[in-house]
Nanobody
Framework: QVQLVESGGGLVQAGGSLRLSCAAS????????MGWFRQAPGKEREFVAA??????TTHLADSVKGRFTISRDNAKVLLQMNSLKPEDTAVYYC???????????????????WGQGTQVTVSS
């Protein structure tokens, strides 16, 4: 089992920045492909970004390209969010899947593990 704990959410004005962090614990002897999803009120959960097990390859949703970056430091993954918009408001979830899967796979295959989520609110 792998436990994922997110931190760094909060309230920010449009155009501002936030950095989300996700720490993995438990069965982390092998690095996992990790990423982020988000769910806004009344909407389905959607893919945001992913990074492969060694941090070499990333994949981002078109809606956040050029504004968000994803990186990792061993078992911790970071999501740097710049130029935030009100439509970025959502609960952001960290996710992990087997390292054999590339970052792009997280956009199409349900992750194996999920965090509890952290709220991001962007005011206009």
């Amino acid at each position: 089992q792998v436990q994922l704990v997110e931190s760094g959410g909060g309230l920010v004005q449009a155009g501002g920045s936030l950095r989300l962090s996700c720490a993995a614990s438990g069965r982390t002897s092998s690095p996992y492909t990790m990423g982020w999803f988000r769910q806004a009120p009344g909407k389905e959960r959607e893919f945001v970004a992913a990074i492969n097990w060694n941090g070499v390859t990333t994949h981002l949703a078109d809606s956040v390209k050029g504004r968000f970056t994803i990186s990792r430091d061993n078992a911790k993954v970071l999501l740097q969010m710049n130029s935030l918009k009100p439509e970025d408001t959502a609960v952001y979830y960290c996710a992990a899947m087997p390292p054999s899967l590339p970052a792009q796979a997280m956009a199409d295959i349900p992750p194996t593990y999920w965090g509890q989520g952290t709220q991001v609110t962007v005011s206009s």
